[in-house]
């Protein structure tokens, strides 16, 4: 008797968790702008609003990060400054200013090293096939949507 009870809540929680996950599953599609036929006018304002938070909360995040990188430049521009300074001693040459000169022709060398760079993606990703959908949910459920529908 207590095995069929136990079984019987474990069922019940497998079906709970399908709800669940179909839930998921409905939230998923609203939010990627799919099957919205059947919202509200309210439902369609609260889907916006949470995504203008989601997308600001991204934007933050990201701004953020550029701000730390910025820092570690500025650190490794220090670094590089003091070993560029202890060489030349070293060397018994006088520590060299970076002229503009010296920064647009660093500038010129990197843009066509990003020319170049863009070219060889632009050739590989021709060649490869990658999938580039956005997919929230289980793996399963994945799988489902990749194999062709007859």
Do not use: Y
């Amino acid at each position: 008797m207590h095995i069929n009870l136990e079984w019987q809540q474990l069922k019940d929680e497998a079906a709970s968790m399908i709800k669940k996950i179909e839930l998921l599953e409905v939230s998923k599609r609203k939010l990627l702008g799919e099957c919205l036929g059947s919202c509200t006018i309210e439902e369609l304002q609260q889907i916006e609003q949470q995504l203008e938070r989601s997308v600001s909360t991204i934007r933050a995040r990201k701004n953020q990060v550029f701000k730390e990188q910025i820092e570690q430049l500025k650190r490794k521009e220090e670094l590089l400054a003091a070993e560029n300074a202890r060489l030349s001693d070293e060397c018994g040459e006088p520590p060299r200013s970076v002229t503009r000169e010296d920064i647009l022709l660093l500038e010129e060398q990197r843009e066509s090293s990003s020319i170049l760079l863009l070219e060889e993606q632009r050739e590989s990703s021709s060649i490869s096939d990658v999938e580039t959908e956005l997919f929230i949910g289980l793996p399963e459920t994945r799988t489902k949507r990749l194999t062709p529908r007859k």
